[in-house]
C-alpha cells in the first residue's frame, strides 16, 4: 500500500533525522507543514528564524517552544508567548550569559514579565536596569 503524497510530506516534516536542507523546503510549501518544522527538534535556526515571522499564530507558537530557536526571535516572540518563551532552555541559556539582547526587551514586556512571576531568576538577577528618562 502506497501512503499518499502528504502523509509523506507530514512525517518528513514532523521526523528529527530529516536533514536541515530538506525542513527548509518543508516549510516553505504549505502552512501545515510550516507547524510540523516549527515543533521539529532538528529544525535550523534560520528556519525558525523565518518561521517565527509566520502569520500563523500556530506556527509562531511552536516557534516559541523549540530549543533550536535563535535567541533574537524569542525575544521578538517573548511578548506574545511569553510561558512558552520562559519555558524554553535556549531562553535561559541568553538569561545566564548576559546577553546584550536582553537590553532590547520592551519594558512592557518586563512588566508582563515581573506579573508573570515565571521568569527565571537569572533573568532579573541585577541584570536588567531600567531606565526612566527624566523630564
Given at each position: ?6 502523509i509523506?510530506?507530514?512525517?518528513e516534516?514532523a521526523n528529527p533525522t ?6 527548509v ?7 501545515e ?16 528564524k523565518?518561521?517565527g515571522?509566520?502569520v500563523d ?6 516557534v ?10 524569542l ?9 512558552p518563551?520562559?519555558?524554553n532552555?535556549?531562553f535561559?541559556?541568553l538569561?545566564s550569559?548576559?546577553?546584550?539582547l536582553?537590553?532590547q526587551?520592551?519594558?512592557?514586556t518586563i512588566c ?5 512571576k ?18
Amino acid at each position: 500500500m502506497i501512503l499518499p503524497e502528504c502523509i509523506i510530506l507530514q512525517h518528513e516534516a514532523a521526523n528529527p533525522t530529516t536533514s536541515g536542507e530538506r525542513l527548509v523546503e518543508l516549510a516553505q510549501q504549505n502552512i501545515e507543514l510550516a507547524r510540523l518544522v516549527a515543533n521539529n527538534s532538528n529544525a535550523p535556526p534560520e528556519v525558525l528564524k523565518a518561521l517565527g515571522m509566520s502569520v500563523d499564530v500556530a506556527t509562531r507558537h511552536l516557534v516559541a517552544t523549540n530549543p533550536n530557536t535563535p535567541g533574537e526571535t524569542l525575544l521578538e516572540l517573548l511578548n506574545e508567548f511569553p510561558k512558552p518563551v520562559l519555558s524554553n532552555s535556549q531562553f535561559s541559556i541568553l538569561c545566564s550569559t548576559d546577553s546584550p539582547l536582553l537590553y532590547q526587551i520592551p519594558l512592557s514586556t518586563i512588566c508582563l514579565l515581573v506579573q508573570l512571576k515565571t521568569a527565571p531568576d537569572s533573568f532579573f538577577n541585577g541584570r536588567l536596569t531600567i531606565q526612566i528618562p527624566m523630564f
